[in-house]
């Protein structure tokens, strides 16, 4: 799971995209052939945009690529990664304190009134989706042994034995 600030394809934008909106396309398939040549990466997820967008390219089709909406602005929410062996699941949620809701009101008439187009994304599954993939080897690194502590909390330290010729 890679987190990035840009997405590396911006498609089906609204708005036009400048080259400060994304990363250069050179830059974005060296990343992508990297992705695709590393079995365990299967999520970019990716902000900069303030839109809720979940694409797939063919140069790495088993990383999702996620861009995500901005807490600050309409739609007002957050995504929740839940990771399972057998897949993982991705949620947006609202923000529902009366504050945040007051101000995604205020905040969806931005852009002449069409951020909402942009930001909450073409389909429910730019918000919502389930992918299965084998997330099996994925799991706990495992703890180094603690050394033994003494009993006033003090990890003890083997002291060389001066008697020893």
């Given amino acids: 799971m890679v ?29 992508l052939r990297a992705y695709a040549a590393a079995p365990g990466v299967f999520l970019h997820h990716a902000g900069h945009t303030h839109r809720n967008k979940r694409t797939r390219v063919p140069l790495a089709p088993q990383v999702t690529l996620q861009e995500v909406g901005a807490a600050k602005e309409y739609p007002s929410g957050f995504f929740l990664l839940r990771i399972h062996s057998g897949g993982y699941a991705l949620n947006f949620f609202r923000a529902r304190r009366t504050e945040a809701l007051e101000w995604n009101e205020r905040s969806r008439r931005q852009a002449g009134g ?29 703890q180094p042994s603690a050394p033994p502590r003494s009993p006033q909390g003090m990890t003890a330290v083997p002291t060389p034995r001066l008697d020893a010729a």
Avoid at 9 to 31: K, M
């Fill in 114 to 142: 069409l951020w909402p187009y942009h930001a909450l994304g073409r389909t429910v599954a730019d918000r919502n989706s389930v992918a299965v993939y084998d997330l099996s080897g994925i799991g706990r690194p495992a």
């Fill in 3 to 31: 987190f990035g600030h840009h997405p590396l394809t911006v498609r089906d934008a609204l708005f036009p995209v400048s080259p400060g909106q994304r990363l250069g396309r050179r830059q974005a398939r060296a990343i």
